[in-house]
């Protein structure tokens, strides 16, 4: 690959060696991560496609929606998921007119959300600048949030709200990317020892997500007792200081009342790892992130390390490593 001179492993390209890595390891006192696309698939967009799987479902066959055992669905995986629900179902067009309007809705928003993306990483590798995701995250809020909408959802299929969308800590983590949790726990071990002290002392690695994906204010609570949930199930997966996203304001049933937008751009990123780093006196940051609404942040003076997982074109001149799918080869002896 074109300036990475170093290959660590299949599919992960490093400017540094090995030797420098292990430095930048061994001194890091934060770790910053993305969540969506750089950690697992994109959280909130895979709760929108269960809903739209689960529409699709009972409207054409006779099959009920199965809503355990899930894993974050992606676009791709959505389809092919219905396509082989469908080829092994009895279909079943139901007559039922709210389900086909709101299937109309659902599939044209979709359709938007697309294409806005799409658009975005056009012009992305047309001027190598930063692409704002504001239209994208405005397109997924109204879907799950328009009153409208969860009505028909209601008359369409009895579910009140998103609880048997949500994700429980078991099905995140088995959704994470390969060798992310283990990398991230290398890291964590690698700790600082001070000098300077009088007696020898660990300094942990301060860990943290700054993600434009949503939680959950409410706790809500499956018939295993399970906890469920969105992003703050990273909270417990990777062991963080500190979780920041944009929240769903929901009640018991996971009926959405209300939205906190704490993050819709490069620059609230960028701000919120300057208070990071500010806060825990971080002087050697890694960060780990996969698109454009990252930029700015992996341009700050405490940056070190800087992990891009599968980045857009043009993205590449900020990191020092990138890789195409998995962490494992980052682990190095």
């Not at 990273?234 to 937008?261: H, M």
């Amino acid at each position: 690959m074109k300036n990475f001179p170093y290959e660590l492993a299949v599919g992960v390209y490093s400017k540094l060696s090995k030797q420098e890595l292990l430095s930048i390891y061994k001194s890091a006192d934060l770790l910053i991560m993305d969540a969506d696309e750089t950690v697992a698939p994109n959280i909130t967009v895979g709760l929108a496609n269960e809903i739209f799987d689960h529409l699709i479902l009972e409207t054409l066959t006779n099959a009920e929606f199965d809503e355990k055992d899930k894993t974050i669905l992606t676009p791709h995986g959505m389809l092919s998921k219905v396509y082989h629900q469908i080829k092994e179902s009895k279909l079943a067009p139901k007559k039922n007119f709210y389900r086909y309007v709101l299937l109309s809705k659902l599939f044209f928003s979709g359709l938007r959300l697309y294409n806005h993306k799409i658009t975005s990483q056009l012009l992305a590798k047309l001027i190598h600048r930063k692409s704002n995701h504001k239209k994208i995250l405005k397109i997924v809020v109204n879907m799950l949030t328009d009153e409208k909408i969860r009505v028909l959802f209601e008359k369409s299929t009895g579910a009140k709200g998103i609880a048997r969308y949500l994700y429980s800590k078991d099905e995140v983590e088995n959704s994470l990317y390969p060798g992310v949790k283990d990398f991230v726990g290398y890291l964590s071990q690698r700790s600082l020892k001070s000098k300077t002290a009088k007696k020898s002392e660990s300094k942990k690695l301060k860990k943290i997500i700054i993600s434009e994906s949503f939680s959950i204010d409410n706790n809500i609570i499956n018939s295993k007792k399970q906890q469920l949930g969105l992003v703050e199930h990273y909270l417990n997966i990777f062991s963080l200081n500190a979780l920041i996203s944009n929240q769903f304001i929901c009640e018991k049933e996971g009926i959405i009342k209300d939205i906190k937008i704490n993050i819709q751009s490069a620059e609230d990123k960028k701000r919120f790892a300057q208070e990071a780093i500010a806060k825990y006196k971080a002087k050697n940051v890694i960060v780990m992130a996969n698109d454009w609404e990252d930029w700015e942040m992996c341009t700050l003076p405490e940056v070190k390390l800087v992990i891009l997982r599968n980045p857009p074109k043009g993205l590449e001149k900020y990191a020092h490593v990138v890789l195409k799918e998995g962490y494992a080869g980052l682990i190095l002896k």
